[in-house]
């Protein structure tokens, strides 16, 4: 961690800046000017480093991949400009008609949609079971198995899988694991040795910090073997470890335009500076929140892995340790008494976002699921009478105390 701590903040540039600028300049232009046609050619071609068109490459955004690169020791890291955009196109780089992606229907509500919505009408299926029962996820797997993906704690049921053995199901049977790992910033769980093998993830959360800027990030580990791909295979014999990375890079992010501002990428590099001070707080107030909550009156049950007694209590902790990040739901006795504390909030805001600094509230069923039908928020697991709380870096007896009064 000592290590980590310092590589949250000193990472050099690729080149010295022409005015020895401390922090790495905005650079605000979409194209960049070539001293020849030949230079030109070399990096439109791929066969230089040189920038040519933002929608492919920035030099504020590339310094921000490399600061995420220099925490991860990844194979290769790419920004977008949203959390989902991420995830729409890491999974459009491993899938085709034909293939599956097998995953859960305990997902944040956006990426639920883009799978069902958008991706499967091009023939993708989309299997969907019980991510926490590697027996079941094993069944679901068949020669045409293009990734496992999963969020490594879901939002906002906050359930647990246990990534290491879904990682050797997905090495065995020759699937990548993708993870969407929102809830839990890379810096605080071993991603590549629990056997993820691509990790999603928003950075408009954690990394931004604030909640100044939308952004999301893929990173591949370069640990999986594409040869052994379903859709990458191709791609392996000529690329090997960096098929993914390529087909991302060169055929699906270029082409769908959503790579990550240089504006976000100055304001999110700043935010990576303070993850692990801002993570360590927060999470830290949220597990004193959830102990408070748990003998709270008027509380019906309080729902955060980090509490002793939670169902993914035990594997939570192997994976990401006594903290398991900072958000938490709880349970009042019906609709009405959610709406009601809500409106009585007066520290809390309400509003959606995760990981600000600023502690939100919301009711997940009527809001962010808003548009579902009461039987798919069943077997999504989203119960009418909870409140999530992201929890803020706010003094956590200020925010107990809010909430003790909006539940009067
Ligand atoms: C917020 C969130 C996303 C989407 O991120 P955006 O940056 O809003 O596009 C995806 N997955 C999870 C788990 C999230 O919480």
Redesign the pocket.
Known sequence: MAEKKTTLIQVPFDKPDAYHALNMPLYHSVAFEFDSAEEMELAFTGRSAGHAYSRITNPTVQYFEKRVQALTRALSVTAMN??????SNALITVSKAGANIVTSKH??S??MAFLFDVLAPFGVEIRTCDLTNPDVVRQHIDENTCAIFL?I???PQLEVADLGKLGVIGKEAGVPLIA?S??VPFTHYPARELGVNIE??????YLAGGGTS???LIIDYGNFNWKQSKTLGEFAQQYKAFAFTKKLRSEVHSNLGCYMTPHAAYMQTLGLETLGLRYKTQAENTLVLAKKLSITPGIVSVNYPGLPGHPFHEVAKQQFGELTGAVLTFSLENRQACFSFLNKLKLVRRAT??FENKSLAIHPASTIFGNFKSEQLEQMNIDERAIRLSVGLEDVEDIYQDIVQALQ
């Open positions: 949203t959390g989902m955009s991420a995830i997902l944040f956006n990426t969020e704690i879901t939002n969407d929102t809830i999603v993830l928003s950075s408009t959360k939308l952004g999301g976002n995760l």
